[in-house]
């Protein structure tokens, strides 16, 4: 396979270079800034003040695009990019990631079923289900000597949105995918 035994052993380090999950796992509060519409200049002020930036592509007009473009107004401006989707479809999470996404955030959530696939499309194997594409992410993630493959499932977030009475009945089952 395209993984080397140092890449599939726990104990090597890995980057976290996603300042909201670097800060999530170790206790702290975290604070992010929603983006409704293309506005490079401020996602690029915005992403020195807070620990991520949520493009919202839910309930707004933007396009994939529109978000990668400001991405690469300012590339690693310190807030982990991070994308809400209209959905759990595969071809949504894939584009968002492939564009640079370090987290991903799924509304609607009604089940584990919902939750799995959120999370498994935001993966690669054996994690998940994400597949190899030439996004946008190998210019703006190149980390010299750190293959983006071998450390991205360790930064990709995932947030699930229980907005529905179903799923808040199916919170727990949600909780533990």
């Not at 604070?31 to 919202?56: M, N």
């Not at 310190?78 to 987290?103: C, F, H, S, W, Y």
């Not at 994400?130 to 000597?145: C, E, F, H, V």
């Not at 995932?158 to 919170?171: K, P, R």
Request: proline share 7%; aromatic share 10%; glycine share 8%.
């Amino acid at each position: 396979g395209w993984q080397t035994k140092a890449m599939m052993d726990p104990k090597t380090p890995r980057p976290l270079i996603n300042r909201a999950k670097e800060n999530l796992l170790s206790d702290k509060v975290i604070s992010g800034f929603t983006i409704l519409s293309y506005d490079p200049d401020l996602y690029c002020e915005a992403g020195k003040h807070y620990d991520f930036i949520w493009f919202e592509l839910q309930h707004s007009t933007m396009t994939f695009d529109d978000v990668r473009r400001m991405i690469a107004a300012c590339p690693r401006v310190g807030a982990a990019p991070m994308i809400r989707v209209p959905d759990a479809q595969e071809g949504n999470i894939q584009k968002a990631t492939d564009l640079g996404a370090l987290g991903v955030i799924v509304p609607t959530v009604d089940d584990a079923i919902e939750a799995r696939d959120g999370a498994r499309w935001a993966r690669y194997p054996p994690y998940g289900r994400r597949s190899a594409g030439n996004g946008y992410y190998q210019t703006l993630w190149n980390l010299p000597g750190q293959p983006y493959r071998s450390w991205i499932n360790d930064n990709i977030l995932v947030i699930e949105m229980i907005e529905t009475v179903e799923g808040v009945a199916n919170a727990d089952e949600i909780a533990a995918t």
